[in-house]
């Protein structure tokens, strides 16, 4: 009887697991997963954001998805409007549809970042559900200075092993000396080290979870990558 019991219990974790994957979230090359977190950046003129979109990770078609968001802290960054099959003014979407494994590219948020505040950020679950289906990351959304230099955009940086466990290494090209940062799921900064020309930080004792790293000038970010470390 025990093992009957067990292996229900299994079954049903497994069932779960599946459900809470058929989603994915992709941003920037990556594809995210339910728990997740992200970290966006965009121009501090922008006006809208459509950089994030969904994965269909099924065989099957899922219908009638919804777009929710709920804001967990902002400064001087505000989502208020969404748009799928058509553009709302609140934070909850028009249903849409995605085939197998089909990628939807359609998905936007309109925003209001306030010029005066120096450092804007917001950060928000995002949750795509059709009442069967429940999957969502935390998004931490950052405005940066328009016109992000060279340097910036031109590093490259790359963790190894990704997932790590315990100690692991980050390797770096950048064209000048720069800070490599690694931040917490809420958008904290949890690291930093001076690095120059090409070479290996070595990183340890960072605490289980989702993390995003990447150079940092002053209070610019270059394209930021994801770190999970079990």
Not at 49 to 70: E, H, K, P
Not at 71 to 79: D, L, T
Not at 204 to 217: F, Q, T
């Amino acid at each position: 009887m025990k093992k009957i019991v067990s292996f229900a219990l299994l079954l049903c974790s497994v069932v779960v697991l599946n459900a809470q994957n058929q989603i994915g979230f992709v941003y920037d090359g990556t594809v995210y997963q339910n728990g997740d977190s992200i970290l966006v950046t965009c121009e501090k003129d922008a006006s809208h954001i459509d950089a994030i979109s969904f994965r269909n990770q099924t065989s099957s078609v899922l219908r009638d998805l919804v777009v929710t968001m709920n804001e967990v802290a902002r400064h001087g960054f505000e989502a208020w409007g969404l748009c799928t099959t058509q553009c709302v003014a609140t934070l909850t979407s028009t249903p849409f549809m995605m085939t197998p494994n089909e990628e939807f590219t359609g998905f936007v948020i309109d925003i209001t970042i306030d010029p005066n505040v120096e450092d804007p950020y917001a950060v928000y679950t995002l949750e795509v559900s059709n009442g069967t289906i429940t999957c969502a990351v935390l998004v931490r959304f950052e405005a940066r200075t328009v016109g992000i230099d060279d340097v910036l955009a031109n590093s490259r940086v790359k963790a190894f092993p990704n997932p790590a466990q315990g100690q692991f290494g980050i390797g770096y090209s950048v064209e000048q000396p720069s800070v490599l940062a690694i931040y917490d799921a809420q958008g904290r900064q949890v690291r930093q080290m001076a690095v120059s020309g090409n070479g290996t930080a070595r990183v340890s004792n960072l605490p289980a979870g989702v993390y995003a790293y990447g150079i940092v000038n002053g209070k610019q970010r270059g394209p930021m990558q994801k770190l999970i470390v079990k």
